[in-house]
């Protein structure tokens, strides 16, 4: 069985982790559990060179924190301009893979609100 770290505690995340790897290495061969680490970026990056720092950061953090895992897992969501993205940072003890998702438009209510906070 496989021991998987993901940097969150977000369900959502956590289980779209968990399909990832039931799809990768077969249902139950992959426990997925739910670390809270930093992310060395504010809570909402904002642009991809934040974003990206705050998913490295974490991976990091994550090894640190849990050096016997198998995997260590981070979705970073970010906003850039009106849209939103995130970076996936999956590592091993040999690799590290990172990708950045496709940005999707925000709503104006949702960016007020994100221009508010900050």
Known sequence: MYNVIAATHNPAKIDAIQHAFDDTFGAGNCQVEGIDVDSGVPSQPMGDHQTRSGA????????QVNPDADFWVVVEAGVEENMTFAWMVIENAHLRGESRSASLMLPNSILQGIIEVR
Do not use: C, K
Request: glycine residues 0%; without cysteine.
């Open 56 to 63: 490295r950061n974490r991976v990091m953090a994550s090894r």
